[in-house]
């Protein structure tokens, strides 16, 4: 499960990817970033490559789709259903 220093940590990378994007505007936890276009594909990639390392999640096990990830509440509704997965297996 993702705890409030997990999201703050994700907040901070998400920030840190806009930025690098030119995009130093907020967002709230309900924004879209990839579907909107603020990230990209990229950015999905550091994204993925950090969700695996952060909170040990398999993506070659998941059936992607970028509404999956594409805002932090929806990332942290991921994270907890994979952990949930691997806790009942």
Known sequence: M?????KIKLREFLMERLRDAGDRSDFAD?????????????SMTRLVMFLEEAFDIDFSDVDFDVEL??????IQAF???CAAQ???S
């Open 2 to 6: 993702m705890d409030d220093t997990a």
């Open 86 to 88: 691997r806790a009942g």
């Open 69 to 74: 990830i594409d805002s932090v509440n929806d």
């Open 30 to 42: 309900d924004s879209s970033l990839f579907v909107s276009g603020r990230l990209d594909s990229l």
């Open 79 to 81: 994270v907890d259903t």
